[in-house]
């Protein structure tokens, strides 16, 4: 089956380039799965070492994805290939959105479990996995643990990019880098550097950058996506529930709700975003699926 699935990948990376598709819109989400792997978790009330995702929650999870019916939905916290096998499988079969293209990579750290991920309707023109993107990080060089995955379509001739990113989470058993601050800006730096030289401004590209940035909007680790110096790089689309807010994690240890999953867009991705396009799935599956919630927007070209 592994073989199958990087046969699958494999055509989606390369089978389908220079296939363009057509449509005047392109919905694209972002979504933090939450552990959609094996690892040691609560479930209902009990301590569980080396638990799956519970089938409550993946049911929950395929009902939000069919809610949001994406053509491009960027995935964060998929364990290895075969859980990635095995979403694609039931999205395919028990209703979900249909997805003929997948792709999914690992990060810089050999060790890291959670990975990324991105399904699609629409051909992939091309791929790239980010995973050697470096940093000074105190004495060391270091990479982001989850990498950036970049993927190129082409709708109705246009050629626009999406970047699905992980930024580093507030865990951390370092008392010199509090929360992770220090490594999470720095992740974000060099990944803002990497699209700033390749795309530059200038050339006024569409492009995306999505994916859970576990920091707000007015951290330095978001910030470095929007400006540099006097520049506009992207803009953070507006995305609420249907009772106008627009939280996107619930830290259930703290009982607080906060806005760190983003889709930010270059100024000309902005100009083609669809006004009132913008979604956080809620309802009553949204809980149970994750700890985030969807967010979503549309795309006319």
């Not at 199958?4 to 990376?13: E, M, P």
């Not at 070492?49 to 009902?63: I, M, S």
């Not at 995973?131 to 709708?155: I, Q």
Request: a neutral charge; hydrophobic letters at 35%.
């Amino acid at each position: 089956m592994r073989g199958f699935f990087r046969a699958i990948s494999f055509l989606a990376c390369l089978a389908f380039v220079g296939e363009g598709i057509a449509a005047d819109k392109v919905r694209v989400a972002t979504y933090n799965l939450r552990n959609y792997l094996i690892c040691d978790r609560i479930v209902e009330g009990r301590w569980r070492p080396e638990y799956p995702k519970p089938e409550k929650e993946k049911t929950a999870l395929r009902k939000i994805i069919a809610k949001a019916d994406a053509d491009v939905l960027a995935i964060q916290e998929i364990g290895d290939e075969s859980f990635l096998r095995e979403l694609w499988h039931d999205l395919n079969t028990t209703g979900g959105p249909k997805y003929r293209h997948a792709v999914w990579m690992h990060g810089a750290d050999p060790e890291e479990e959670r990975h990324l991920a991105v399904f699609s309707r629409l051909p992939f023109v091309s791929v790239t996995r980010h995973s050697n993107l470096e940093f000074n990080y105190f004495d060391g060089r270091e990479a982001p643990d989850r990498g950036v995955l970049e993927v190129e379509f082409e709708t109705a001739g246009v050629r626009w990019r999406l970047f699905n990113l992980h930024l580093k989470s507030k865990w951390t058993e370092r008392k010199d880098d509090p929360e992770g601050t220090l490594r999470r800006e720095k992740e974000a730096r060099t990944i803002r550097d990497y699209i700033r030289k390749t795309y530059v401004p200038e050339s006024k590209p569409n492009h995306l950058v999505v994916g859970d940035f576990n920091d707000h909007q007015s951290t330095p680790a978001v910030r470095r996506f929007l400006t540099v110096n006097k520049t506009q790089l992207t803009t953070a689309m507006h995305c609420a529930d249907s009772r106008g807010h627009r939280w996107t994690h619930h830290y259930a240890r703290q009982d607080s709700y906060s806005r760190i999953d983003f889709i930010l867009a270059t100024p000309a991705m902005s100009e083609r975003f669809v006004p009132n396009s913008g979604i956080v799935q809620d309802g009553p599956h949204a809980p149970v699926a994750s700890d985030h919630r969807l967010v979503q927007a549309e795309f006319s070209f």
